[in-house]
Each structure stands twice: as structure tokens, then as C-alpha cells.
């Protein structure tokens, strides 16, 4: 079974809201967390020249396959996680231009609509094994 590991922006509410909703969901668990601000979220920017100063992107990270940002990270989420979430893929009819627009211009409001955090979230004992840092 495929693994995926979902980096975020740890101080962003609407994030954290949404790796929640995930944990609830993974039935089969398949994914694994990161914070973007963690020595792995930076890590995984730095190798491969991606912009670490912004946290404005979800990335969905297939190790040792590829990995995607914006609206294409946030589809593939819901087709792993399987019906009804899925059906969102009917999205993946538009080009990633145009859906990441719709994106970005949530990402650019979401500490506006939903607020931040001082610092990452720390996971329950419970959780910690779906954490990396």
C-alpha cells in the first residue's frame, strides 16, 4: 500500500482543520503529516528549490515517486481518500492554472477567514507516529 505524506502550514487554522478531517477519514491509513515549518517540511523545500519563505501550498508527497502542490495535492488527497471524497476529481477537468487560482485566492485569505496559530501543532501521544519531524 502506498504511503503519502501531506506537508501543510503548521500555524495555519484552516491547515490544521483539514489534517484533522484526514486523520478521521484515512481508513486505510496511508498518510503521514509534516509541517511545512518542521526540519522536514523545510528539508523537503530545499531539495528540491521550492520556496521556503511562503507556506501557501499543501503538498502531497508520494516518496520516491513525485509530489504535487495547490489544487492537484488537495484532488489527489480526496481521491485517496475514496467515496464520496473522490467525486471532487470531476475538478481535474479544469487545468491546474485555472483550479489554482480558486486556490490561491483562498490560501491568500485563510489566515483572514480562519485565524492562525502562534506555533505548529503538537499531536497526541496517540498520533505522534503519523507526525514527522
Known amino acids: 500500500m502506498k504511503t503519502y505524506i501531506v506537508l501543510f502550514d503548521g500555524v495555519c ?3 490544521n482543520s483539514t489534517v484533522q478531517f484526514i486523520l478521521k477519514k484515512d481508513k486505510k491509513d496511508q498518510f503521514k503529516f509534516s509541517s511545512l515549518q518542521s526540519d ?5 523545500l530545499q531539495e528540491r528549490g ?3 519563505e511562503k507556506f501557501d501550498s499543501v503538498i502531497l508527497y508520494e516518496p520516491g515517486r513525485a509530489y504535487y ?3 492537484t495535492a488537495t484532488l489527489k488527497i480526496a481521491q485517496t481518500l475514496g467515496f464520496p471524497y473522490n467525486l471532487l476529481t470531476f475538478f ?3 487545468p491546474a492554472p485555472v483550479r489554482d ?5 483562498i490560501a491568500k ?3 483572514k477567514w480562519f485565524g492562525k496559530k502562534e ?4 499531536p497526541t501521544p496517540e498520533l505522534n507516529e503519523k507526525f514527522l519531524s
Not at 487560482?101 to 485566492?105: D, L, M, N, Q, T
Not at 506555533?119 to 503538537?122: A, D, F, G, L, N
Open 40 to 44: 522536514f517540511g523545510q528539508n523537503f
Open 101 to 105: 487560482i480558486v486556490y490561491g485566492f
Open 109 to 111: 485569505n485563510r489566515y
Open 50 to 52: 521550492l520556496r521556503q
Open 119 to 122: 506555533s505548529c501543532m503538537i
Open 92 to 94: 481535474t477537468v479544469f
Open 69 to 71: 502542490t495547490k489544487s
Open 13 to 15: 487554522n484552516l491547515c
